[in-house]
Each structure stands twice: as structure tokens, then as C-alpha cells.
């Protein structure tokens, strides 16, 4: 597959881009993949931080990038063909998507390529569940690999992938984003980073359309138990934190500031919204939004519903307001 020529120490990096950069692809920041020379990764639980993020993209170090991050939640799909055989059906892909007017992402590899599809937050389960039902009707070969591998985080942090644009440890290359007649999607990697920063994301009617066309499924099997409010008690946790989220369910506390329906789907109160973009996962115990608002406990509702209406939305002036609601007298 082609890469670039550009030498890796001579990519000027602008800190706005390779925010940007990092928004796009990285769901967690509180640990790392790194590639080892044989090509393989380590978990580095460290922070990620930005200065690393400088020296991937001048292919000092090479890291991954996990799917998933800490609430499963993912925001991005990968394909990866690891064959020129499976490569060709990913570019049929790409066309067939792009009549559509969906942007699908081509990554060249080593002995392949990637299709990155960007789109707002989606739990790990619909983000398979969409990436499976592509396949399926674009009459792709199944044996191609989807990220995220997994629905739901159990131990670990998941599956990951290569962080676009790094040298590879291994074949000591660099791979670019192409575009579907096989020119760069810009001429420097430079150019691509920003490129990448701000990509088009699928719509989110066009996932749900998707999703509506899965034949049939067996029922949604979570091991998680779900949350009985009659069980749970102030009294459980050794800090504040635990004793608020041990107290009432994201369901019945949210559900006081947003009308669910029995999907437990409501228009967001973070942003104008239109079509039912916020959802509440009872089995899970955890809030959402698709339209990229964020989501997790009721400590995380709290604190955004708190900057919406212009408040202090530390943690500390967050939980303490809490408490009072929730621990009355």
C-alpha cells in the first residue's frame, strides 16, 4: 500500500489540529496502547498527554487507539482488511456509502487498509450492531474485522487500533488517508491531521435507518444487573460520590428532568434538539446523548444540566448540590 514520503521530524504540528486530531479518534485519556517494535501493544497506564500525541504524529512513538472508552461508549467504526481481497470489498463499500452522501474514511496499512466511519456517540453494542448490518447488506465477507470488538467493557480497556498516521513500529512506514480513486485525501500529513480533526460524521437518522433494517435479533443480553431503586441506599460507598449514584437510578433522576418514553429516549436538555437524541440505559444505569453531548451517571448529568444553566459545574459544587437534593435534612 502507498505512504508517505514526508519525513516525520519535518511535520509542523498546530496544538488546535492536534486537539482536534485527538477528539477525533481517542476515547480514553487515562491510559495508552503502545506499539512495540514487533508490531504488538502494551497497555501504558499512564495519561495520555499531548506531548505524546506530538511525537505519533512525528513518528517518534506509535500509539493505539482504544474503541471503547470507560462507559463503552464509542464514537467511531473501523473496518479492517487485512487482504487485498478483503481491501477491494472495503473500497466497494466506500462507493456504495458515498452515492448515499456518507463519508467513509479509507486508511491505507501495511497489508490492507482500514474504513473509518465517524458518528456521534453510540453505545459499543448499536455501534457493532450498525457495523454488522453493513456488512451484511452490502454483501461483505463477514470474516472482515469491526471495532469495537466488544458490546460492553468487562476487564480492560478493549479492543484498539493503530492511531492513524504514526510510523508503523514494524514496517518502519508511515500510511496515509486515501480517497477512493487512490490520491491522498490531502497531500501532507500535515494537511491530513486537520483534515481528520473536524471529520464528517454519519448522520444520525442514517444509523437508525440501518439499525431498523436488522431482520431479527435475539434479546438484548447484558450481564449487568438492572438497577432496582428499592435496593439501593445511602448508606452504600466509603465517599460522597458512591453514596449519590448508590441512591436513585440515572432513570429515576433523570427522568424528574426529561420526559422518557418507554425506550427511555427524550430530547436532550443540553442542545436544541429535534429527534429524541438523549437515551437512558436502565439495565446499565447510565445516560447519553448521540448528538455528542457526552453521557454517564447522574453526577455527570447534574454537572452538565448545571453548566446549561450557568452554574459553577466543578465536581465539588456538583455533588454538594446533590446531596442537599438527594440527602435532604
Known amino acids: 500500500m502507498p505512504h508517505s514520503p ?10 488546535t489540529v492536534v486537539e482536534g486530531f485527538r477528539a477525533t479518534f ?9 506499539q512495540l517494535p514487533q508490531g504488538s501493544y502494551v497497555c501504558v497506564k ?3 498527554t499531548t506531548r505524546l500525541l506530538h511525537d505519533h504524529l512525528r513518528g517518534k512513538v506509535t500509539l493505539g487507539a482504544y474503541a471503547l472508552d470507560a462507559q463503552s461508549m464509542a464514537q467511531w467504526l473501523c473496518l479492517d482488511a487485512d487482504a487485498e481481497t478483503q481491501w477491494l470489498e472495503v473500497l466497494k463499500l466506500a462507493g456504495f456509502l458515498a452515492a448515499e452522501g456518507i463519508a467513509a474514511y479509507l486508511e491505507t496499512s501495511r ?10 456517540p453510540l453505545t459499543g453494542r448499536d ?3 450498525f457495523g454488522k448490518q453493513l456488512v451484511a447488506a452490502y454483501g461483505l465477507s463477514p470474516s472482515l ?3 469495537p470488538k466488544q458490546d460492553l467493557l468487562k476487564t480492560g480497556p478493549g479492543s484498539l487500533v493503530r492511531l492513524p498516521l504514526g510510523i508503523h513500529r514494524k514496517s518502519g512506514k508511515r500510511y496515509p488517508f486515501i480517497q477512493l480513486d487512490g490520491t491522498p485525501l490531502a497531500p501532507t500529513i500535515r494537511e491530513q491531521v486537520a483534515l481528520l480533526g473536524s471529520p464528517q460524521r454519519v448522520p444520525q437518522d442514517f444509523i437508525e435507518q440501518v439499525l431498523a433494517e436488522i431482520p431479527h435479533e435475539e434479546p438484548e443480553t447484558v450481564e449487568l444487573p438492572a438497577i ?11 465517599y460522597l460520590s458512591e453514596r449519590l449514584k448508590a441512591t436513585i437510578s440515572v432513570w429515576d433522576f433523570v427522568s424528574r428532568y426529561v420526559d422518557l418514553d418507554a425506550q427511555g429516549r427524550g430530547f436532550c436538555p443540553f442542545h436544541d ?13 447510565y445516560w447519553h446523548c448521540w448528538a455528542g453531548c457526552g453521557g454517564g451517571s447522574i453526577i455527570d448529568f447534574w454537572m452538565k444540566l448545571r453548566a446549561a444553566r450557568g452554574l459553577d459545574d466543578s465536581f465539588t459544587a456538583t455533588i454538594t448540590e446533590l446531596a442537599q437534593l438527594l440527602f435532604p435534612g
Open 228 to 238: 432496582d431503586p428499592m435496593t439501593l441506599s445511602p448508606a452504600d460507598g466509603k
Open 273 to 285: 434538539d429535534h429527534h429524541k437524541s438523549f437515551g437512558v440505559n436502565a439495565r446499565a444505569n
Open 111 to 120: 497489508r490492507g487498509g482500514h474504513l473509518w466511519l465517524f458518528t456521534p
Open 46 to 48: 499512564q495519561p495520555l
Open 6 to 15: 514526508e519525513h516525520p521530524e519535518r511535520v509542523e504540528l498546530d496544538p
Open 145 to 147: 474485522e469491526l471495532y
Open 127 to 129: 455501534m457493532r450492531r
Open 26 to 34: 481517542l476515547q480514553r485519556y487515562d491510559c495508552y496502547p503502545r
